[in-house]
């Protein structure tokens, strides 16, 4: 079935530093979202993607539409102490109105 | 507005008990969804809706039943509770404006079968 793989799986960096992960896939798709998972809560919509080559800002995050519409970048920069959780991206499956969600990059920031 | 909200917060059952899982959304979004979540697995579809009275299965949905009765309302069943459905559950809805596709979850219900 269609994946999506995420990178890093987790990651330690220390606080103001600048962080990127990113999620591939074998697959092409028109749509592209992250998502970002306190602890204990749902995830939370940060970023919606929806044209190839599109980099989007919000506040301290900036994320980019691959331009082969496999893959998306997630960057956060000048990390604080609550960018701490789970980042996932998601993408719909074209035709459908299903969606998949890659398995997560654990952030975790040491002040 | 509330968004989307869950009922129970938690719930242990045990083997072969029966439960329902109650989504409400006050937005008025036409799409919802039920997700599985487990750790190191990200998320996983288990029966979503595209409207009022309509269902229709995702990627793991054996062992689950859904209804959409009304708009707002999602919910999702557990007929005989196995320990393989011991997770977290998550509701979601995606509004009906043409070309946007985000989903928004409410804060989920923890499952434990014993």
């Known amino acids: 079935g269609q994946q999506l793989n995420q990178s890093p799986q987790s990651m330690f960096i220390q606080e103001g530093e600048d962080v990127s992960m990113n999620c591939t896939s074998s697959?092409?798709?028109?749509?592209w979202l992250w998502y970002k998972q306190d602890p204990g809560e749902g995830p939370v919509l940060l970023i919606a993607?929806?044209?190839?080559?599109e980099l989007t800002s919000n506040g301290r995050l900036t994320a980019q539409f691959g331009t082969t519409r496999k893959d998306s970048f997630l960057n956060i920069s000048a990390s604080i102490p609550s960018d701490v959780g789970i980042y996932f991206c998601a993408v719909r499956l074209s035709g459908t109105y299903k969606y998949i969600f890659g398995t997560g990059t654990r952030l975790k920031v040491l002040a | 507005n509330a968004g989307v909200t869950q009922t129970p917060k938690f719930r242990v059952l045990k083997t072969g008990q029966s439960m329902t899982l109650l989504c409400a959304q006050d937005m008025n979004h036409e799409y919802m969804y039920w997700y599985r979540q487990d750790p190191g697995m990200g998320l996983r579809l288990i029966h979503y809706?595209?409207?009022?009275?309509?269902?229709a299965k995702g990627e793991v949905p054996d062992g689950y039943n859904v209804s959409r009765l009304k708009k707002q309302n999602f919910l999702l069943g557990l007929e005989s509770a196995a320990p393989s459905q011991t997770s977290v559950y998550f509701c979601?809805?995606?509004?009906?404006?043409?070309?946007?596709?985000?989903?928004?979850f409410g804060p989920g219900t923890r499952l434990t079968v014993t």
């Open positions: 979601a809805s995606t509004p009906p404006r043409q070309g946007l596709y985000e989903q928004y």
């Open positions: 993607l929806y044209k190839a080559g």
């Open positions: 697959s092409i798709f028109n749509t």
């Open positions: 809706s595209v409207g009022e009275g309509t269902t």
